[in-house]
């Protein structure tokens, strides 16, 4: 199992370099980027900056989408992270969710993220690519051959089935161990289908994690299922609430769902958190005692978890990277 902390964009500078500091030093090997430039500063500068400040751990947007910059420039960033960083960056992808719609502006179609993925790719390879916005094809002259992995971000079964056949890894924004093995399988499933070799396939169980008595845990953490309902919101308006295409414990807490504010996207302060119940946060987060994240990362490891991705911005920050480091992460990889 391997464990990855996420920042947002309101982390200060400074705080971010000793946080990475810390988290590389607990045995954390990822660290994961909200990328929504408008809601929070832009990510990728923080990111160059922290990888001067380790020296094993993997950076990436969690996630970035296809629409937000010309796939060139794309390219062009996440081959040049790579190459400053030795080797240690990856992406995850989706389909642009607050970033796009914070601007009035749709979400990529998945068809366009799959060409993004693979059209990205072969760039920061250097690979020759012609692709539907540039009129000549684009080489990257300087490209060391680089294979930048791609996880990608989905809910749907058809985001599930495009994760599967052209991604390298899962992001799964949900930390309940019955939804993630339910996702897994259908991505792995439309790997197998399309011919691919799945057995390097990674998923990514991403979610706040936070140590105490379950009252104080849940009221810090109840902002992230109403982040997440607002993805489930667009799955079940597409596929329908009876088509049993979506489990019905995801349908059934949405029901009483009512829009959705972009400019608190994944806020404790976000006013539209009155439909969340303490047991869809229970089972969406890792929460309780050391022993309780231990058991509840056990049964994600079971369903085929392979990444555990702290939502770190809860508060007590520094606590929980320090108690992971001394309690949780030797219990995986000691």
Request: net charge negative; hydrophobic share 40%.
């Amino acid at each position: 199992m391997e464990f990855g902390i996420t920042f947002k964009g309101f982390v200060s500078p400074d705080r971010a370099r000793n946080l990475v500091r810390q988290a590389e030093a607990a045995g954390f090997t990822y660290c994961w980027f909200y990328d929504s430039h408008i809601l929070w500063r832009e990510s990728f500068v923080a990111m160059a900056m922290c990888m001067e400040h380790t020296k094993n751990m993997r950076f990436g947007p969690c996630v970035t989408n296809p629409n937000i910059r010309d796939w060139s420039l794309s390219a062009s960033l996440y081959a040049s992270l790579a190459h400053q960083s030795n080797g240690r960056f990856d992406i995850g992808l989706g389909r642009g969710d607050s970033s796009m719609r914070v601007m009035g502006k749709k979400p990529a179609t998945l068809a366009r993220l799959a060409e993004f993925t693979t059209k990205v790719k072969a760039m920061v390879r250097g690979d020759e690519v012609e692709y539907g916005e540039c009129p000549e094809p684009v080489k990257l002259p300087w490209a060391t051959g680089y294979e930048l992995p791609v996880w990608i971000g989905a809910y749907g079964p058809k985001a599930l089935a495009t994760a599967g056949e052209v991604g390298d890894g899962l992001i799964l924004q949900i930390g309940d161990p019955d939804l993630v093995k339910w996702f897994k399988d259908q991505a792995i499933d439309a790997g197998e289908a399309a011919g691919r070799d799945m057995s390097n396939f990674k998923i990514q169980a991403a979610a706040p994690a936070y140590f105490g008595d379950m009252d104080y845990c849940i009221e810090h953490t109840k902002w992230f299922p109403a982040m997440v309902g607002n993805h489930v919101a667009d799955i079940v308006e597409k596929y329908g609430s009876d088509s049993g295409l979506v489990p019905k414990s995801l349908t059934d807490y949405i029901e009483k769902r009512r829009g959705y504010d972009y400019s608190k996207h994944g806020q404790s302060d976000n006013p539209f958190l009155d439909f969340i119940t303490e047991d869809i946060v229970k089972s969406f987060c890792v929460l309780g005692t050391p022993e309780d994240h231990i058991a509840k990362i056990k049964d994600l490891e079971a369903a085929g978890t392979t990444q555990f991705n702290i939502y770190l911005d809860s508060g007590d920050e520094e606590e929980i990277i320090a108690k992971y480091g001394r309690e949780i992460i030797p219990v995986f990889n000691g």
